[in-house]
């Protein structure tokens, strides 16, 4: 029996360690998408994941897929595109256009988790400096970028899109380099992809997750907009450094 949340109690969700098995994290249904709720979700290690149609679904999967922002995986290739600097990037300088942009459909019969309720709670985040967003542009055009949740020294990595080569790629080098410049110790990417294995993410059991979330979470994190003030259309000044790859983490 899935528990389902209490509409006035926005404070407590189930232990993560009674998720279910099968699907793999499901840990509870119900409740709302407010602020105060995501909030306390996220320093549990649970998120909201559901479909057009479905009831709000939060999970907590085991394993859990992390990176430490100083351990990104640059590749040879994307070194080189870093180095052509045709791609720009900057921070929550247009959140709903990423919010938008990881809300297409990946392909012409697919659908997206990103319903309209998601899309306007994570906006609400975002007006109260909770969520975030990086911009990849090419001459002006939004062409790529990725949106989470920072609590404490903890990024929540949510979704990330591309509508050209490398552009999420290059979204995560910027979001990596700000993120050890600012303390960071976790980002959270909650489900395994090849993609960002080969990034340099990790798998980990779900214990050891909380373990380190907790150990994050708490130290005070700044709660305000990140925008940098750069110019999205000018290279010089909006261009992406990368991230130097640092030993495994024991």
């Not at 490398?166 to 979001?175: F, P």
């Amino acid at each position: 029996m899935i528990p389902l949340l209490d509409p006035q109690d926005r404070a407590t969700f189930p232990d993560p360690r009674h998720a279910l098995r099968e699907p793999n994290g499901l840990l509870a249904v119900g409740g709302d998408l407010d602020p105060t709720r995501l909030e306390n979700a996220y320093r549990r290690g649970i998120f909201p994941w559901f479909s057009t149609g479905d009831p709000i679904l939060w999970w907590s999967p085991d394993p859990r897929t992390i990176l430490f922002p100083d351990q990104l995986r640059i590749s040879r290739s994307l070194r080189k595109r870093l180095r052509k600097g045709d791609l720009t990037t900057t921070l929550d300088r247009d959140f709903p256009g990423v919010m938008l942009g990881c809300a297409q459909p990946r392909d012409e019969d697919g659908g997206t988790w990103l319903v309209p309720r998601m899309i306007e709670a994570y906006q609400r985040l975002h007006a109260g400096g909770l969520a975030h967003s990086v911009e990849v542009w090419r001459e002006g055009a939004l062409v790529g970028g990725l949106y989470g949740v920072a609590i404490g020294r903890v990024f929540f990595g949510e979704s990330m899109f591309s509508r050209v080569t490398d552009a999420s790629k290059v979204a995560l080098t910027r979001l990596c380099q700000t993120l050890a410049e600012r303390g960071f110790g976790l980002i959270d990417c909650q489900m395994r992809t090849e993609h960002l294995i080969r990034l340099g993410a990790i798998e980990v059991p779900r214990a050891d997750f909380i373990r380190l979330l907790e150990r994050y979470r708490d130290p005070p994190g700044e709660i305000a907009s990140w925008d940098d003030g750069l110019d999205r259309a000018n290279p010089d000044t909006a261009a992406v450094i990368p991230v130097q790859p640092a030993p495994a983490t024991p």
